[in-house]
């Protein structure tokens, strides 16, 4: 042995000679220093202290701290009785007590400038701490020494060394500070002595390559973020000391497959396990009493967990996304079930709420697919928002009579359940969504007590068919039983005062249906394409009728329009294909654009008397109306007004019409004369375009305004004028293609 270290020392100072010729001796006294370093490592190997650890610094070391202190490069104070010294990579610290702190001024070290060329550290015998942010990022540091005095390591000590990759603390080490060795990503292996009382918050934070960790038996607490981020850790042993594991303590330690959690423990912090994506299975104690927030969410792997009966909490997404969870076992102590809880664990099959829950929270499980079967408790009070929302495989639920409250959208999405039961007790409404896609559900009753059904509350349960409403209820919300495709009857009660928006609409084989008097409104898009619809009865109370309130509803043959009623909205009868006749009082005031468009088995209609104008498109395409009635209270005709009225062979424009709009009267093909009143000062353009057999028209000397291709295609016309006011209008298309076989003759 000492023949081969021989020819060893011969080779290497062989290669120092070289090297010093070429090189110079800077590198010569690197080479040899180097050489001590190993010496020093193979020396701790074979007395069986890690190389880190710097116990009984051999003479070689001494003599290379002896050496870096004579020869140094740059020095300075670091402490009260500390100095320091800088030589080819290597950075002593000698003298005794503890460093300065730099934690709080970036860049204050006096080695700061030097961090990038610092190989290795060495700390003397006497050094009793490591101030704050002492070496903080110098990533090239592969090696540190570390003497018997130190007590103390600082906040952010060896924060981002990334090329650290071995650490043994001495016995003597008391405490490690926050964020200690946080991004120390090339850290293999660490060993802490029985002097170590607590891993403090974030101290191996990012140590991805850290395998595994033994924790002296008197650590006692386990700062937040510890060991957050370690993706290489596999396996670490807790103490029996530990009462509490902190938040974030082994977030995203992603190959942890297996830990025991000591039964002193009593609370598991928010997010303490969250990522833990290969943790396949945990027991907790009974001493637990508290499941934080995200405690073991996206812990994918996890098939299973029992819940002692101590826990009376389950934080908000305690279990979100466990998504290989099949089965837990609630205790009878739990009396809350946080929101999200168990949020996407898609293998869930079974849960049975345990008598002591009184709330579940919102989305708690929320795209439990699998879920088959759940049985509620008699004490539960509250669902939440979205608490079942898209449990596709759950078939039946009957919500126990202690329930005060189904929040918004509890039970929407799924889409297997065929049955459903309401309890007659305290619960005043159906919520938002409440079982909005329910396809399965084939009939509902709705108990005595509710007075409100929410917005979408029944939207889109495809296959209802049947419905009973109390005669409680007051409100029916925005799209209600929207796209209720199967439903072909339902009564509303007298006590209704509100039906709201779309609240029928795309219930496409709804025949009939009668509004309470109560109503007052017939809200916007409310039978919105209620294809099927035959008859409906609108009361007096109603004075509005909303925009496209029955759009598309091509089985509509007549209406009645009570007295009360003073506007009609847009579009509120276009496309009702066979409605042959309507009747509207002269309560109404207002007709929206395109109210009645391609209604086109309309052959006869009164405008009410206080209507003023006849808006865009109202009559456009109404090809069967052979008779309209226009009163002397309407002052303007709008753009396209009875367009494609191919059946009306005259209309009596009253003196009250000042302006008749673009294509008003566009290609009324049975149009054969019109007379247009002094009243009117301007025609728009196309108006009389396509009037194929309009053979007369009488245009007044009040008209001063007249459009482009206003006779379109009109062939064999003449038109009587008076005033000189349109003699330049016919000299400008005296040449022009579409005044062609047209005869002006001025009176």
């Known amino acids: 042995m000492k023949k081969n270290k021989v020819i060893t020392l011969i080779t290497i100072i062989a290669v120092i000679a070289i090297?010093?010729?070429?090189?110079?001796?800077?590198?010569?006294?690197?080479?040899?220093?180097?050489?001590?370093?190993?010496?020093?490592?193979a020396a701790n190997a074979a007395s069986g202290n890690q190389a880190a650890g710097g116990r009984q610094f051999s003479e070689r070391?001494?003599?290379?701290?002896?050496?870096?202190?004579?020869?140094s490069e740059e020095s300075g104070v670091c402490g009260e009785n500390l100095e320091w010294y800088f030589k080819d990579e290597i950075l002593v610290i000698t003298g005794t007590g503890k460093m300065d702190e730099y934690i709080y001024s970036a860049g204050s070290a006096p080695w700061y400038?030097?961090?990038?060329?610092?190989?290795?550290?060495?700390?003397?015998?006497?050094?009793?701490?490591?101030?704050?942010?002492?070496?903080?990022e110098c990533g090239n540091m592969t090696e540190i020494f570390l003497p018997d005095s130190l007590i103390n390591i600082g906040e952010q000590a060896f924060w981002g060394c990334s090329s650290l990759i071995q650490v043994s603390l001495p016995d003597g080490t008391t405490g490690i500070g926050e964020n200690a060795f946080y991004g120390c990503s090339g850290l293999r292996e660490i060993t802490l002595p029985d002097s170590v009382i607590g891993i403090a918050e974030g101290a191996f934070c990012g140590c991805s390559n850290l395998r595994e960790i033994a924790l002296p038996d008197g650590v006692t607490s386990i700062g937040g973020w510890a060991f957050s981020g370690c993706t290489g850790l596999k396996e670490i042993d807790l103490p029996d000391s530990i009462t509490i594991i902190d938040e974030r303590v082994f977030f995203g330690c992603s190959s942890l497959q297996d830990i025991a959690i000591p039964d002193g423990v009593t609370s598991i912090g928010d997010d303490a396990f969250k990522n833990c994506s290969s943790l396949t299975e945990i027991n907790l104690p009974d001493s637990v009493t508290r499941i934080g927030s995200f405690a073991f969410s996206g812990c994918d792997s996890l098939t299973e967990i029992s819940i002692p009966d101590s826990v009376t909490r389950i934080g908000n997404s305690a279990f979100e996304n466990c998504h290989d969870l099949t089965e837990i076992a609630l205790s009878d102590a739990v009396i809350s079930i946080g929101d999200r809880a168990f949020y996407g664990c898609a293998d869930l099959t079974e849960i049975t709420i345990p008598d002591s829950v009184t709330r579940i929270g919102n989305s708690a499980f929320e795209n439990c697919g699998n879920l088959t079967e759940i049985a509620l408790s008699d004490t539960i009070i509250s669902i939440g928002d979205r608490a079942f929302y898209n449990c596709i495989g759950l078939t039946e639920i009957m919500i126990p009579d202690s329930v005060t409250n189904i929040g918004n959208k509890a039970f929407s999405g799924c889409s297997g359940l065929t049955e459903i039961t309401i309890p007659d007790s305290a619960i005043a409404s159906i919520?938002?969504?409440?079982?909005?896609g329910c396809n399965g559900l084939t009939k509902i009753t709705i108990p005595d007590s509710i007075t409100s059904i929410g917005n979408g509350a029944f939207m889109e349960c495809y296959n209802l068919t049947e419905i009973t409403l109390p005669d409680s209820i007051t409100s029916i919300g925005n799209g209600a039983f929207m796209e209720c495709r199967n439903l072909t009857e339902i009564t509303i009660p007298d006590s209704v005062?509100?039906?709201?928006?779309?609240?029928?609409?795309?219930?496409?084989?709804?025949?009939?249906?009668?509004?309470?008097?109560?109503?007052?409104?017939?809200?916007?898009?409310?039978?919105?394409?209620?294809?099927s619809l035959t008859e409906i009865t609108i009361p007096d109370s109603v004075t509005s009728i909303g925009i496209e309130a029955f759009y598309n509803c091509h089985r509509l043959k007549e209406l009645i329009i009570p007295d009360s009623v003073t506007r009609i909205g847009r579009r509120a009868f276009y496309d009702c294909r066979n409605l042959t006749k309507i009747e509207m009082p002269d309560s109404v005031?207002?007709?929206?654009?395109?109210?009645?468009?391609?209604?086109k088995s309309l052959t006869e209609i009164t405008i009410?008397?206080?209507?003023?104008?006849?808006?865009?498109?109202?009559?456009?395409g109404c090809s069967s109306l052979a008779k309209i009635t226009i009163p002397n209270s309407?002052?303007?005709i709008g753009t396209l007004a009875f367009s494609d009225c191919k059946s009306l062979t005259e209309i009596m424009i009253p003196d009250s019409v000042t302006g008749i709009g673009n294509g008003a009267f566009q290609s009324c093909s049975s149009l054969t004369e019109i007379t247009i009143p002094n009243s009117v000062t301007s025609i728009g353009n196309a108006v009389f375009s396509y009037c194929r057999n309009l053979i007369e028209i009488t245009i007044p000397d009040s008209v001063t305004n007249i459009g482009i291709h206003v006779f379109y295609d009109c062939s064999d016309m003449t038109i009587y004028y008076s005033g000189n006011a349109l003699d330049s209008y016919i000299d400008d298309h005296s040449g022009d293609w579409s005044t062609q076989n047209i005869v002006w003759v001025k009176q």
Request: aromatic share 10%.
């Open 113 to 136: 400038s030097l961090q990038s060329q610092i190989g290795c550290v060495i700390l003397d015998e006497g050094v009793t701490g490591i101030g704050g942010s002492a070496f903080k």
């Open 608 to 620: 009410p008397a206080n209507v003023t104008s006849i808006g865009e498109g109202t009559f456009s």
């Open 61 to 71: 070391v001494q003599n290379l701290i002896r050496t870096t202190m004579e020869s």
């Open 497 to 531: 005062t509100r039906i709201g928006d779309n609240a029928f609409s795309g219930c496409s084989r709804l025949t009939e249906i009668t509004l309470p008097d109560g109503v007052t409104s017939i809200g916007n898009n409310v039978f919105y394409y209620c294809e």
């Open 19 to 41: 090297a010093a010729v070429f090189f110079g001796v800077h590198y010569l006294m690197d080479a040899y220093v180097r050489y001590q370093m190993e010496e020093q490592l």
């Open 431 to 436: 919520a938002t969504g409440a079982l909005a």
């Open 634 to 636: 309407v002052t303007s």
């Open 589 to 599: 005031m207002s007709i929206g654009i395109e109210a009645f468009r391609n209604c």
